[in-house]
DNA sequence: AACCGCAGTTCCATTTTATGGAACGACTCG
DNA sequence: CGAGTCGTTCCATAAAATGGAACTGCGGTT
């Protein structure tokens, strides 16, 4: 095993709920011997992959790690072109908005956008979600084929289900979910790729069930289609299917 | 030279104007034989750390990177209480906010706040910035002390007018910019510590120039103080200075 | 104080990996 | 086709990582 895969290991340590990690920590979550676990923090923290919090023993990811979710970001000229529909639809509707990456069974936010309401929902970037539970992680699964998502799901007891929501999703060029993952919380989601890379990800607005009836959904989703439409065109992503409403 | 060492120098690579990398671009940054390169990045993106973009040879972060920047706000308590007070700043006045924290000669952006107005200031996460010449990097600077200051700009051509700078940034307890790092953009600035840690960060809100007048600073100013104060009351940041306007 | 347990580091012989020069395969362009 | 660029693979050598054990430093107990 490689030094580069334990030292991955170590960082997809902080994803969940962890803040912080200390050798002893590494050497439970992680099964190391602690000499090893030792010597791995610290080549870590001198090639700033970690830096100790305060004079602490305890671990957090370091300087070099803050800037790269940032080029991420900028590698990928959908991302850039989604974030700004978003953006706008965030500032003009007042509600957080989103944009996600689907990565297998799971969907992660790349990019938020804080709503202006004082009734709004707070993103949490960087938080991973399964992608049949919710609405952006189904926009995304609705552009895979039947097939794809049988292989996907496979022995998952949600598959039959899924792929009837699926459906809906292919049908209406929308996705859309009421107090799901979120009690009170309400989520639109459109999905959108660039054929070039193959990459896909997913414009998504979230909002208070209580604050927006019907009519304003619609405006919001048409807001997102119209966005979503354009970089569609301009990208030449021919599987995408505009929103009908 | 350890492959860890090698593979953050990689990840460094795409820090300012960078957005991916190939085999060669790395043989070209880093001066390594191609087949080290080569190798280094197959090991990287075995562990997550890169992903191609598409079918092609081009490298971006990986998405276990996307998590990381998340884990780091995640893990200070300073960050989150600093957020809160910008976010909250940034929406009430429309202009963009920063938490901002120090490495050495340089900030970078931790955390932003896209603010709402028609014409505001885009944020740009990620960028460093030379600390002395920016609010935010001043504010930050202010609260070492004048040998330690010193030290760290021996040499440096700027070093008299930074002194000055940062005395009256010691005493007026904000930093200002008008038109500084870019041409019609001010900012005010705001440093806070928690002394548990030992990390600095600042609280930032960049605005047009053309569109605040001084009374309309003064209460972005007394906005931003008012937060700090009572970050640096809750965490007992002893040398914070209540900013005088 | 002396003792203990715990977290972290260092030591060292052994095993595993990384290294880099060169050869090789894939592709593009004139 | 032939030259050029780019990336991968091969191989002997050099440089690491490994893990058990010994060691250090720091509270908290008798």
Redesign the interface.
Known sequence: M????N??DV??C??ND???LTVSDVVRLLGMPKANASRLLK??R????LET????HRH??G??????????R???MLIGRASEVV?EAS?SFGHTGYIS?R?GKEV?A?AD??G?NALRVVS?????LPAHLSATGRSLLARLGEDEVHALYAGHGALADLTDQLSKVRHQGFAYSSQEATPGVDAIAIAVA?P????AVSLCIVYPHALVDDKGRDEMIAALARGAARIAEDLGDSAFVAPRI
């Open positions: 490689s030094v580069l895969q030292a991955a960082l997809r902080f994803g962890c803040p912080d080549a870590m001198e090639a700033n992959m919090i305060g004079d602490s957090r990811p300087r070099l790690m803050l800037d790269l979710a940032a080029a991420y900028r590698s990928s953006a500032s990456v990565d992660t790349v956008f804080q202006t949490n970037i960087g938080r991973r660039d070039r890379t193959d990459e």
